[in-house]
T-cell receptor, first 115, second 109 residues
Framework: DVKVTQSSRYLVKRTGEKVFLECVQD?????MFWYRQDPGLGLRLIYF???????EKGDIPEGYSVSREKKERFSLILESASTNQTSMYLC??????????????FGEGSRLTVL | DAKTTQPNSMESNEEEPVHLPCNHS???????IHWYRQLPSQGPEYVIH???SNVNNRMASLAIAEDRKSSTLILHRATLRDAAVYYC??????????FGTGTRLKVLA
């Protein structure tokens, strides 16, 4: 069964802490994504990566960075967590090359609370 | 501003068809339309996609307006397991899928 696995389902951190959210996919997909999901706002793209060591900003990259050292792993980093980063974070992957009909595969999400 | 809009919520009776609308008024001619659904405590899962023609698969049907500014996801016979948040999204070819805010579907037994 194909899978996108996020390392933590629930995290509680304090303001100013550095936070790592890890995502691993076992489908050999080229593309990986980090989304943020908030009530009333739907899914908003933070960063995506179309290849190892490549990254592109999404719509809301401020306060976040990413790392993709291996094809299967895509990490989201909050350098100094703030309370407005309390949210559900979703990782996804796909095998699309350019525009097309590729399907996004999502992980189960990581709910982060910043106190 | 690129926008995808959906009603916040809808209700359906079990075993009846459900039509979930989505407006994507700024869609371009090459954007694909995708639908995903999110069950409670899970990540979104793919339902269906299309470009211009209506599409069917084992989960649902997708009807795309002739001008492509709207689409409708059709669940032919709603079951309790179909209760979820349904998202339409556009694939603009830049990896930036533009998601709507989702429609929460409630299925009544």
């Amino acid at each position: 069964d194909v899978k996108v696995t996020q390392s933590s389902r629930y995290l509680v951190k304090r303001t100013g802490e550095k936070v790592f959210l890890e995502c691993v996919q076992d489908m050999d997909h080229e593309n990986m994504f980090w989304y943020r999901q908030d009530p009333g706002l739907g899914l908003r793209l933070i960063y995506f990566s179309y290849d190892v060591k490549m990254k592109e900003k999404g719509d809301i990259p401020e306060g976040y960075s990413v790392s993709r050292e291996k094809k299967e792993r895509f990490s989201l980093i909050l350098e100094s967590a703030s309370t407005n980063q309390t949210s559900m974070y979703l990782c996804a992957s796909s095998s699309m090359k350019g525009q097309g009909t590729g399907e996004l595969f999502f992980g189960e999400g990581s709910r982060l609370t910043v106190l | 501003d690129a926008k995808t809009t959906q009603p916040n919520s809808m209700e359906s009776n079990e075993e009846e068809p459900v039509h979930l609308p989505c407006n994507h008024s700024t869609i371009s001619g090459t954007d694909y339309i995708h639908w995903y659904r999110q069950l409670p405590s899970q990540g979104p899962e793919y339902v269906i996609h299309g470009l211009t023609s209506n599409v069917n698969n084992r989960m649902a049907s997708l009807a795309i307006a002739e001008d492509r500014k709207s689409s409708t996801l059709i669940l032919h016979r709603a079951t309790l397991r179909d209760a979820a948040v349904y998202y339409c999204t556009r694939d603009s070819g830049t990896y930036k899928y533009i998601f709507g805010t989702g429609t929460r579907l409630k299925v009544l037994a």
